[in-house]
């Protein structure tokens, strides 16, 4: 079965910085759009951010925008998202996928256009 591993998180304070890595062995990511997205307890599921897939183009939610940044590395098939001043409403389970349906990112990122879901990673920002 095909999946994503996350991997970087952790417990941190507010402001702190963290580099979330996803890979996905045994899949070629280079013809896709990528996004990270995150899950709140109690809340839906939502996007992060999305690279394209020769990094063209690059989306943010507006809630990180400046803090977090996206990128990703074909030839290791990997994702990465840094994240910077922390605060304690990113505190989350991050998970990141595969758009099949597109090669670039668009700015709605619905969850059910992706796939390869893994068991994402847990963010705790402390206040």
């Known amino acids: 079965q095909v999946q994503f591993v996350e991997s970087g998180g952790g417990l941190v304070e507010l402001g702190d910085s963290l580099r979330l890595s996803c890979a996905v062995p045994?899949?070629?990511?280079?013809?896709?759009?990528v996004g990270w997205f995150r899950q709140a307890p109690g809340k839906e599921r939502e996007g992060v951010s999305c690279?394209?897939?020769?990094?063209?183009?690059?989306i943010y939610a507006e809630s990180v925008k400046g803090r977090f940044t996206i990128s990703r590395d074909n030839a290791k098939n990997t994702v990465y998202l840094e994240m910077n001043n922390l605060k304690p409403e990113d505190t989350a389970v991050y998970f990141c996928?595969?758009?099949?349906?597109?090669?670039?990112?668009?700015?709605?990122?619905?969850?059910?256009?992706?796939?390869?879901w893994g068991q994402g990673t847990q963010v705790t920002v402390s206040a």
């Open positions: 690279a394209s897939s020769g990094v063209v183009d690059t």
């Open positions: 045994g899949f070629d990511l280079r013809g896709y759009a």
């Open positions: 996928a595969a758009n099949l349906m597109r090669s670039r990112c668009i700015t709605t990122m619905t969850t059910h256009e992706y796939s390869y």
